[in-house]
């Protein structure tokens, strides 16, 4: 089994900047990719971005420029770098290990911004 924590949300005013952090545990083998995913109140959950284990990684266009993903495989971790933060950018966020062809989720980390 493969387990996912996220840490890193909290309340930020607009403008702002968060970090957001997600290690997996258990029985990894190799991780296919990672990724981040959000779920604002009342709306389907989306992909923010993603990073494969090569390859390019990909935003949805709302984020581009502002956030950035990151990895560090030693430590079998995944950032998500969030810069001028947004109302609209408020949701649970969710992050996604592909383990062994196999999808993992964390459990979310709510990111509020507002004022």
């Known amino acids: 089994q493969v387990q996912l924590v996220e840490s890193g949300g909290g309340l930020v005013q607009p403008g702002g900047s968060l970090r957001l952090s997600c290690a997996a545990s258990?029985?990894?083998?190799?991780?296919?990719?990672m990724g981040w995913y959000r779920q604002a109140p009342g709306k389907e959950r989306e992909l923010v971005a993603s990073?494969?284990?090569?390859?390019?990684?990909v935003y949805v266009d709302s984020v581009k420029g502002r956030f950035t993903i990151s990895k560090d495989n030693a430590k079998n971790t995944v950032y998500l770098q969030m810069n001028s933060l947004k109302p609209e950018d408020t949701a649970v966020y969710y992050c996604?290990?592909?383990?062994?062809?196999?999808?993992?989720w964390g459990k979310g980390t709510l990111v509020t911004v507002s004022s």
């Open positions: 258990g029985r990894i083998f190799s991780i296919n990719a």
């Open positions: 996604m290990m592909t383990v062994a062809w196999q999808d993992y």
């Open positions: 990073i494969p284990g090569a390859g390019r990684t």
